[in-house]
């Protein structure tokens, strides 16, 4: 694994991209990766100990690297499936967002990403890939879903990892709808919005990765396309709901109205 790459058309003090499109991300204390030829990645760990940690990393930035290197547009949001079709949810972090998808799971929907899925428009119209079958969930969470805690206990940052696979879809899914989620405080009622034109094109790209990456491999109009395509081909809406782990069966409900009516009753 090479410390630094040759002649870097960007560098960041964690993320070097050459001319030839070849990446070098680190994660300090715990990993390097290095994705060359469009199909390779190379991971060399801090040291063994690290080596759980260094895959569970893989999930975020270096998976969306790969994504970004085969051509498709790498998605921060949760991603469910229902009836054939596949939905993103987005919310800032730590707004409860996979709680609230969870219990959509309890619903009848399939899981199919939770943090990164892949924007596939060469078939002309939006296909989502899923991304990992894991999804993480705080203890409180777990006791309010009726989920028990996993026997080998919560990770360093103290969420629980949950396996995906009784309720994963593992084929990509034509997309119905991307949702904008605003939990709400204070007693605000539910409420929805179909987004147009610019509106949804901005919901649309706040749910892109890596911005800084698709400007140095000049993917940049190719994102922008995408983005606008996807935007015009679903319905995009802006769901506001009361907050809270209290209020998640209602959200849950009120929610998959929504997103049922979204794809016309499916």
Not at 57 to 69: E, H, M, N, S, V
Not at 206 to 216: G, R
Request: proline residues 9%; charged residues 15%; contains cysteine.
């Amino acid at each position: 694994m090479p410390d630094a790459l040759e002649n870097p058309v960007l560098s960041r003090p964690l993320l070097q991209i050459d001319g030839r499109g070849s990446l070098l991300f680190r994660v300090p204390g715990v990993a390097s990766y290095l994705l060359t030829d469009r199909n390779s990645i190379t991971i060399s760990p801090k040291d063994d100990t690290c080596l759980p940690r260094a895959l569970d990393f893989l999930r975020g930035t270096p998976a969306a690297l790969i994504c970004l290197q085969q051509g498709f547009m790498p998605l921060s949001a949760i991603c469910l499936a229902y009836h054939g079709r596949s939905f993103l949810l987005w919310s800032p972090p730590g707004t409860g967002k996979t709680s609230l998808a969870m219990a959509l799971v309890q619903r009848g929907f399939s899981w199919m990403a939770d943090g990164l899925c892949a924007l596939d428009m060469r078939a002309g119209h939006p296909i989502i890939w899923p991304g990992f079958p894991v999804l993480k969930l705080w203890p409180d969470s777990l006791h309010a879903l009726a989920i028990a805690p996993p026997p080998e206990g919560p990770g360093a940052g103290g969420r629980f990892a949950i396996s995906a696979d009784p309720w994963y879809e593992a084929e990509p899914q034509p997309l119905a709808a991307a949702l904008l989620l605003t939990p709400a405080h204070g007693g605000i009622s539910t409420r929805s919005q179909r987004l147009h034109g610019g509106a949804a094109f901005e919901a649309v790209a706040k749910m892109t990765s890596l911005p800084a990456v698709t400007h140095a491999l000049g993917a940049d109009p190719d994102i922008l396309r995408s983005t606008a395509r996807m935007a015009g081909a679903a319905s995009v809406l802006d769901c506001r709901y009361p907050a809270g782990l209290d209020n998640l069966d209602a959200a849950a409900d009120w929610l998959m109205d929504q997103m049922v009516s979204a794809q016309g009753g499916i």
